[in-house]
């Protein structure tokens, strides 16, 4: 996977957790309907897509453990994906 891939993977991860996440706050707190079973197995697959993007561009990138650790990381953390494509992926990217 090149790093413009793994851009675009990481920020749809990111959105479909933060989507997620407001689907199940919205459902508990105000009632609302119940997309989890929806919105759930998208996220589980672009979260699968992330793990083996971070896992196949390390080698790569010349991440070390810490760094894929913290990649990896990043995408259960709330606007992770974001930090990660931010702060990691920008730099990398070639122009």
């Known amino acids: 996977m090149s790093i413009k891939n793994f851009r675009y993977v990481a920020i749809a991860e990111a959105i479909s957790w933060l989507v997620l996440l407001t689907a199940t706050i919205a459902k508990y707190a105000a009632d609302g309907p119940d997309l989890a079973p929806i919105l759930g197995p998208i996220h589980g697959i672009l979260f699968l897509a992330y793990v083996y993007g ?12 810490n760094m894929t650790l913290g990649v990896l990381a990043a995408a259960v953390i709330p606007f992770g994906g974001f930090v990660v494509e931010r702060r990691v992926l920008a730099p990398a990217a070639p122009a």
């Open 54 to 65: 971070a896992l196949s561009l390390r080698e790569d990138a010349g991440w070390n453990g």
